[in-house]
């Protein structure tokens, strides 16, 4: 991992841009609501957007043509919380656990004719895990998923304009979890 300061509002516009371009395809449309200021977490920018990117991944496979997505990121608390919506089949509430275990597939996406593989969501567990946070879904089926991420956000005190020193302690953080 690749530890840096990060502005996940940044992040996540990014990464909302990817998932537009699948979407395209499906003519599903993608709403993104976002901080309209900096929310500051510490983290690896490649590995949280592949995160963002399985999640809005999952949306456009999972929903049907022409249907909605929507990206939510807020900051509550001490915590960034995004949360990816969707419209789509959903997932039967005895596989809601499972999901985030490897090579597990739900039944719903198993009768779908596309295939995958069932690794995303474990990958994308790890990821969040590693940073601090936590992933859950909440579903209904037939009506559609919602992935929640939250972050541990970083707060920075107004009178630390030295952001270097920020990135130093971020790298003494990344030293410490892989000790
Ligand atoms: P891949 O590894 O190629 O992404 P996958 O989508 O099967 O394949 P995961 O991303 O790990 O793998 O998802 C695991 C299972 O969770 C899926 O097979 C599907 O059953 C269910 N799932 C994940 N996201 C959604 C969603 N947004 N709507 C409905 N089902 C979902």
């Given at each position: 991992f690749e530890w840096e300061m990060l502005d996940f509002v940044e992040l996540v516009v990014n990464a909302a841009e990817d998932i537009r371009v699948l979407a395209q395809d499906k003519s599903i449309?993608?709403?993104l609501n976002v901080a309209?200021?900096?929310?500051?977490?510490?983290?690896d920018k490649q590995r949280l957007r592949q995160v963002v990117f399985?999640?809005?991944?999952?949306?456009?496979?999972?929903?049907?043509?022409?249907?909605?997505?929507?990206?939510?990121?807020?900051?509550?608390?001490?915590?960034?919380?995004?949360?990816?919506n969707d419209r789509g089949i959903g997932i039967p509430a005895h596989d809601l656990e499972l999901i985030f275990d490897r090579y597990y597939r739900s039944t719903n996406a198993r009768r779908s004719s596309d295939d995958g593989t069932g690794l995303g969501l474990p990958v994308a567990k790890a990821i969040v895990t590693a940073h601090g946070g936590r992933i859950s879904a909440h579903?209904?089926?037939?009506?559609?998923?919602?992935?929640?991420?939250?972050?541990?956000q970083l707060t920075l005190n107004e009178s630390d304009t030295d952001v270097g020193a920020d990135v130093d302690v971020c790298q003494d953080y990344?030293?410490?979890s892989a000790a």
């Open positions: 449309e993608v709403t309209d200021t900096p929310v500051w977490v510490r983290g399985i999640l809005g991944d999952n949306a456009v496979r999972y929903s049907d043509a022409g249907s909605r997505i929507r990206i939510d990121l807020e900051a509550d608390g001490a915590e960034a919380v995004l949360r990816v579903s209904s089926e037939g009506h559609g998923t919602t992935f929640a991420v939250t972050l541990p990344a030293r410490e």
